[in-house]
């Protein structure tokens, strides 16, 4: 081989690595490409669309399932699933409305009646699948169920309790144009990943997540992990409800059926795909802002609910089919 030619051979195993790297990018960078991909869309569908005004109001949206989603997204990194939080979130508005009764002075019991039945049911949860490896989805799924039953009987199917006026005041209104609730989300999403990144707990999360028989070797308390994870899931479902009560007032007994299933996308959107050991809090807030901008998007055009659902079920066959196809090359 002449010197020439060696030197012209030299750039192609360079050029085989950035295509070897490439799916791995677009794999890890997948849900800023579809947010960025819906501004596109959502800018030369309506001029009102990149307003700065409706995409605040597009983060006051997303607050309460981003909320929900924090927390989730551990119990996803340690590859389970947790589908109680809507009806964690409806209990604890509804125990919430019922200890203020309109009065400012039961704001703080009330927060912590809420916050404390989330992580009950958290641990609760936590509990069965760490020590009789209970099914997940089974296990959340039923307790779910029995928690709305619950909720239900003791409401008797009407709304109990008022939200105090400081609650709403303080949480349910804005700074200048910027929706409080927008700003809660974006500072637990940032105190999520301050511990998710920086904490032996969040470590371990990867490290259970990706292997538990090796974690368990290496002395990590595997059933600790998975219990605080659902603990964490369990809270901030219960702040969520809390977010719901300030923004709507008390609500019905089945308020939160079918959040499960929006927080679920937004943490598959995020890429924390619930194999366990992969993703994080960052995608999750990326994809609940996803799903928030897709819903405003069909509601500018003036399409009714069919085609939110339509939309939202785009997006997410999108990405996972997107992630199927980038993460067997990694």
């Known amino acids: 081989m002449t010197a020439a030619t060696d030197s012209l051979a030299k750039p192609v195993p360079q050029a085989m690595s950035l295509r070897g790297r490439l799916p791995r990018i677009v794999g890890r960078f997948a849900v800023w490409l579809t947010l960025a991909l819906l501004l596109v869309v959502g800018t030369i569908m309506s001029p009102v669309f990149l307003t700065p005004s409706n995409l605040l109001n597009v983060l006051g949206q997303s607050s309460i399932v981003g909320i929900a989603a924090i927390g989730t997204t551990y119990v996803g990194l340690l590859g389970g699933v947790d589908v109680s939080n809507g009806a964690v979130l409806t209990a604890a508005a509804v125990a919430a409305a019922a200890v203020m009764q309109g009065r400012d002075g039961a704001i703080l019991p009330a927060l912590a009646v809420a916050i404390v039945l989330g992580a009950l049911v958290g641990f609760l949860n936590g509990l069965l699948i760490a020590r009789w490896r209970v099914n997940p989805l089974i296990l959340t799924l039923g307790v779910g169920a029995a928690i709305l039953g619950a909720t239900e009987l003791y409401t008797g199917g009407t709304d109990l309790g008022?939200?105090?006026?400081?609650?709403?005041?303080?949480?349910?209104?804005?700074?200048?144009?910027?929706?409080?609730?927008?700003?809660?989300?974006?500072?637990?999403?940032?105190?999520?990943?301050?511990?998710?990144?920086?904490?032996?707990?969040?470590?371990?999360?990867?490290?259970?997540?990706?292997?538990?028989?090796?974690?368990?070797?290496?002395?990590?308390?595997?059933?600790?992990?998975?219990?605080?994870?659902?603990?964490?899931?369990?809270?901030?479902?219960?702040?969520?409800?809390?977010?719901?009560?300030?923004?709507?007032?008390?609500?019905?007994?089945?308020?939160?059926?079918?959040?499960?299933?929006?927080?679920?996308a937004a943490i598959v959107l995020g890429g924390t795909t619930f194999a366990g050991g992969i993703g994080g809090i960052g995608g999750t807030v990326a994809g609940a802002l996803a799903l928030a901008l897709s819903f405003n998007l069909v509601n500018i055009i003036g399409l009714g609910t069919g085609g939110q659902l339509i939309v939202q079920g785009a997006v997410i066959v999108g990405i996972a089919a997107l992630y199927s196809l980038v993460r067997p090359r990694q």
């Open 162 to 264: 008022n939200v105090a006026t400081g609650f709403t005041d303080a949480l349910g209104g804005r700074i200048g144009a910027v929706p409080i609730l927008g700003l809660v989300f974006l500072a637990l999403a940032a105190l999520g990943i301050l511990i998710q990144r920086t904490t032996a707990f969040g470590s371990r999360l990867y490290l259970v997540g990706a292997n538990p028989r090796a974690a368990a070797l290496s002395g990590v308390q595997v059933n600790a992990v998975i219990i605080g994870a659902y603990v964490a899931s369990g809270i901030t479902a219960s702040l969520a409800g809390l977010a719901f009560l300030a923004r709507s007032g008390p609500p019905s007994d089945f308020t939160g059926m079918g959040l499960e299933f929006q927080v679920l």
